[in-house]
């Protein structure tokens, strides 16, 4: 079954740029059936939804983040990127990487597998 | 969309049986709602998926129902594994796709 492992800093100044990738395997990225996603959590709350995108393709935000966020897919490395950018003591969470289901309409579906995430730490 | 679920914590004692709700803001599309259980230190695994359906793996005494904006997950026979948070996600309508805040189901 297919796998995904995020990576990047652990700690990242305020004001700086948060920058992880994620590494699938045991699977194509460049599949038709799926989305590919960032979701984080802080501690002690439920998750939030950041970004996708589509192997091609046509990345879609959260509006809350859209100003700060960019995700990017890298098909010869069979992984995928997220930036985001000016971040403050809020950003601070773990951060998810999760294949994302779609359906015969491009429909996006719920978040099949996840990553064991990475603990992003705001601080100076 | 909001998604209400309760109550925030749930104490039970293993061979009991479980309601957790969701409550969304509006009609979720296709009952495209999701439940996730999560334990300490791990991602949220996917349980139930188009408000009914299990995810490959899951035991059938996790049962999901529900449909427009109120839903709920019932587990029959608690056994010790299944105390963790459980959360509910819709992905249907509007961006962006919105989690519960977690339903504590505690021994």
């Known amino acids: 079954q297919v796998q995904l492992k995020e990576s990047g800093p652990g700690l990242v100044k305020p004001s700086e740029t948060l920058s992880l990738t994620c590494s699938v395997s045991r699977g194509s990225i460049r599949s038709d059936s799926y989305f590919w996603s960032w979701i984080r959590q802080p501690p002690g709350k439920g998750p939030e939804w950041i970004a996708s995108i589509y192997y091609s393709g046509d990345p879609y935000y959260n509006p809350s983040l859209k100003s700060r966020v960019t995700i990017s897919v890298d098909t010869s490395k069979n992984n995928f990127s997220l930036r985001l950018s000016s971040v403050t003591a809020a950003d601070t969470a773990v951060y998810y990487c999760?294949?994302?289901?779609?359906?015969?309409?491009?429909?996006?579906?719920?978040?099949?597998?996840w990553g064991q995430g990475n603990l992003v730490t705001v601080s100076s | 969309i909001v998604l209400t679920q309760s109550p925030g914590t749930l104490s039970l004692s293993p061979g009991e049986g479980a309601t957790l709700s969701c409550r969304a803001s509006q009609s979720v599309t296709s009952s495209f709602l999701a439940w996730y259980q999560q334990k300490p230190g791990q991602p949220p695994r996917l349980l139930i998926y188009g408000a009914f359906s299990r995810a490959t793996g899951i035991p059938d005494r996790f049962v999901g129902s529900g449909s427009g904006t109120d839903f709920t997950l019932t587990i029959t026979r608690l056994e010790p594994e299944d105390f963790a948070v459980y959360y509910c996600?819709?992905?249907?309508?509007?961006?962006?796709?919105?989690f519960g805040q977690g339903t504590k189901l505690e021994i």
């Open positions: 999760a294949r994302q289901g779609r359906n015969y309409y491009g429909q996006s579906l719920f978040f099949d597998y």
């Open positions: 996600q819709q992905y249907g309508g509007s961006l962006p796709f919105t």
